[in-house]
């Protein structure tokens, strides 16, 4: 009987995994949270219906962490994965992600190769981006009933903007937004952040707010220390507030002066299991219609140009999304794109530096 | 057979079969060889049942947590994808001038690493010594993959003239073994000159150092007040009627079981400076409405929500010992002419200091390695090593780094539980 049992599982093991070799069923790894479930209805879902291939969606709060650890150890149970701008500069270079091929992408629907109808920095050898997000400056309406802030310079301006400020516990962001409020325009913030007299200036522009500075680090603590008026302004991620905004009638408001531009990408871990299916997605969710779909769940914008002009309404049915997208032309003016090469090279030097900074008087 | 491994079957035979002296079995075997074959045999069986929790514990903890200590001193990212190089360090001492045969074997080592993908990891390898080399590396090696003609010294300094830097070359000399105590010294705020000496980095770069301090100083005074306020909660819980002790444990043990983060996001609604707590200092006219007190992002929200986490840990053993204090000790102290305050410390502390000992050892090294709670409410002058580490396995991927610090705070808890042992006594310790 027990060795029947046996057997019988070793052959379920043996065909379960064969079965799994050849189509799938795949999982994809996201930051969860809004996004992930925006990424269910946008494009898994949809993929499922189309195509017949389960799509399993898997929350994790450190995507790449998790491939550098399944692609090294050998076990890899993820066939794509979100991942960052930086991450994926790093996993690439050190040969954990499968490169892509950008002919696999479905052309727009006027016919533009998708090559030329991706935002800068959005392809990359081995990864294609999902959307762009932002970290941008935003504030409590009634914080400041007479007049509004409006550029990163009022951001350091305790002065005429009193109260405290919110910022991101981490050198990234919070020294390019130093820079921008010191003056610096926004095409040559990272030229001065590579030279050490730039990194002083930016550091002693954060000097200058020091003691009214709140430092958060998980996501959604920004939304909370405005709504709690713990602090006026604070930097956060465009989708939490709009988030607070529109579902939760928070009076808060956006700052796009100085808005930091990063996008998530598409990427498939060396070896996985379901490669050609992974890539089958990938293609699938690069569609513009798709891209801009996704805005429909999440105040994402699509990495394609001609996805934003297709760009409708929230899922309520009455929000206008261009007005909160990053991608929006008229919000993308002064914006600053995320070098992420910089931060690949310089990540741990100044986080070393940044904490010193913190911990001294 | 069974007759043979069977101890008293085999005494009852030597009786009758005495011939050379020694004592044998039935079947004419050693008696202590029998015997020693019974004795093996049961603790064969023994130690097969505790198998499966043996490779259990190998598998899960020694294993996983060997690997990654191992990468605190153990770094192959240079010296296995850059072998020729590697080889030339090996071959000329520190002082030596990059010759041809050196840029060579460098210009060699990066085709072959463009080639295979493994350019990336040399250049973050490097990278942890000499911040902005990681895209030196990789900008190369787009390059050098479209071919790369000799004499390769102008060819690469042509490419970026970085390539000279003595400060470069000095990194990869350091990197070219696999074996290295770098990442302990930059654990410790140390680094390696050019010339292989070890100097202590810039002052604004230094962190580590003063966070491990910090932690154990944080972590020591944590402990203090989990004492404080945990030793009269342990001796109520012991000595009240059952029925209001019982009351009083599930006071005890409810915030126990809630999470972690329901009770430090309970902090920050009470203590920030719009909280619960502010607020009501407003409304009594303690404090005017501009001169909130700052409780939380700090060190003093960090020490107040890990005491509050921590205190079950110093309660929980303190209980548990002082039910064993039989109370008659005490009153025969008082019956002698003790004073109270003389009894209890004469007379009943000492009793207690098992437990003692036992709470302030889990709550210090709790303490020590807590992360969450410090992340969430420890703003600038809260953050603990733990921090660091985490950031370091999650943010910068650089887990060498992140292994050397995790090594040195093992270490000094080890050291710790050591010094415990040689003043205390490690048996001294009782859980329950």
Not at chain 2, 121 to 126: E, P
Not at chain 2, 192 to 202: L, P
């Amino acid at each position: 009987m027990t060795r029947r049992l046996i057997a019988g599982t070793a052959l379920a093991l043996i065909f379960g995994v064969a079965a799994q070799a050849q189509d799938g069923p795949i999982n994809i790894t996201t930051y969860g949270g809004a996004f992930g479930a925006a990424v269910n209805e946008a494009f898994v879902k949809p993929f499922t219906a189309e195509t017949g291939v389960q799509a399993t969606m898997v929350d994790n709060d450190n995507p790449p962490a998790t491939l550098k650890a399944q692609v090294e150890a050998g076990n890899i149970t993820s066939d794509v994965f979100d991942v960052e701008q930086s991450d994926v500069l790093r996993l690439c270079d050190e040969g954990l992600i499968e490169p892509i091929d950008p002919s696999i992408l479905p052309a727009a629907a006027d016919g533009t190769p998708a090559e030329d109808d991706y935002l800068p920095q959005a392809l990359h050898e081995c990864a294609t981006a999902i959307m762009v997000w932002s970290t941008v400056i935003a504030y409590n309406t009634e914080a400041f009933p007479d007049a509004a802030p409006t550029t990163v310079a009022d951001f350091f301006d305790t002065k005429t903007f009193p109260g405290k400020r919110g910022i991101i516990k981490r050198p990234k962001y919070a020294l390019e937004f130093a820079l921008l409020g010191d003056g610096v325009p926004a095409d040559e913030v990272y030229d001065v952040l590579s030279t050490p007299e730039g990194v002083d200036r930016a550091f002693a522009k954060l000097d200058s707010i020091k003691d009214q500075v709140v430092w958060w680090e998980a996501g959604a603590q920004a939304p909370q220390l405005l709504a709690d008026k713990e602090v006026s302004m604070t930097l956060a991620y465009n989708g939490r507030i709009f988030d607070a905004i529109v579902d939760e009638g928070k009076p808060f408001a956006f700052v796009w002066d100085g808005a930091n531009l990063d996008m998530d990408y598409w990427v498939v871990p060396m070896g996985a299991p379901n490669r050609d299916v992974a890539m089958q997605f990938i293609a699938f969710a690069s569609d513009p219609a798709r891209q801009a779909d996704l805005s429909k769940y999440i105040a994402y914008g699509p990495p394609r140009e001609s996805a934003s002009a297709s760009v409708g309404t929230y899922k309520d049915g009455t929000t206008e999304m261009a007005p909160y997208l990053p991608t929006t032309p008229e919000n993308a003016e002064r914006a600053v794109v995320n070098d992420a090469g910089f931060w690949a090279d310089h990540d741990t030097e100044l986080t070393e530096r940044f904490n010193s900074w913190l911990a001294g008087a | 057979m069974a007759n043979a491994l069977d101890p008293h079957a085999a005494i009852a035979t030597t009786a009758t079969g005495l011939t050379d002296g020694a004592l044998r079995t039935a079947d004419g075997r050693p008696l202590v060889r029998a015997l020693a074959r019974s004795q093996s045999l049961a603790r064969r069986r023994a130690f097969l049942l505790v198998l499966p929790l043996l490779a259990f514990i190998l598998i899960t903890f020694v294993v996983p947590i060997g690997q990654m200590l191992q990468r605190s001193f153990y770094n192959d990212g240079f010296s296995a994808h850059m072998p020729q190089l590697s080889q030339w360090f090996a071959d000329n001492p520190r002082g030596v001038e990059p010759d041809d045969a050196a840029w060579t074997a460098l210009a060699t080592d990066l085709q072959a690493a463009a080639e295979g993908r493994t350019i990336g990891i040399v250049g973050t390898r490097i990278n942890y010594d000499v911040p902005g080399t990681r895209s030196l590396f990789t900008s190369t090696g787009r390059q050098v993959r479209r071919g790369l003609e000799p004499p390769y010294q102008a060819a690469l300094l042509d490419i970026n003239e970085d390539w000279g830097s003595p400060q470069l070359w000095s990194a990869m000399r350091n990197a070219a073994t696999p074996l290295t105590g770098n990442f302990y010294l930059a654990a410790v705020d140390r680094s390696r000159a050019d010339d292989g000496s070890i100097v202590q980095v810039e002052e604004r770069q230094q962190v580590y150092v003063m966070l491990f301090m910090r932690t154990f100083w944080l972590s020591l005074v944590i402990t203090a007040i989990t004492f404080i306020l945990g030793f009269p909660i342990a001796h109520l819980l012991a000595t009240l009627p059952m029925r209001k002790s019982n009351l009083l444990m599930i006071l005890v043990l409810l915030p126990f079981w809630t999470s972690l983060l329901v009770r430090t996001t309970s902090w920050m609604v009470l203590l920030q400076q719009q909280g619960v707590i502010n607020d009501v200092l407003v409304w009594l006219g303690v404090i005017g409405g501009s001169q909130r007190l700052q409780m939380i992002y700090n060190q003093t929200g960090t020490i107040i929500a890990m005491t509050h986490i921590l205190l079950p840990f110093m309660i929980l053993p303190l209980y548990s010992v002082m039910r064993t204090i039989n109370p008659s000790y005490v009153r025969a102290a008082r019956s002698l002419g003790a004073t109270s305050w003389t009894a209890f410390r004469r007379v009943y502390f000492p009793q207690t200091l098992p437990g003692l000992g036992a709470g302030a050892l889990l709550v210090f090294i709790l303490a020590v390695g807590y992360y969450i709670t410090p992340a969430l409410v420890g703003g600038s002058s809260g953050q603990l090593i733990s921090n660091m580490i985490a950031m370091h396995m999650t943010d910068t991927l650089n887990w060498s780094m992140a292994a050397a610090l995790a090594a040195l705070l093992l270490g000094a808890v080890l050291l710790l539980y050591w010094v415990y042992d040689r003043m205390v006594g490690i048996d001294n310790l009782k859980l329950g």
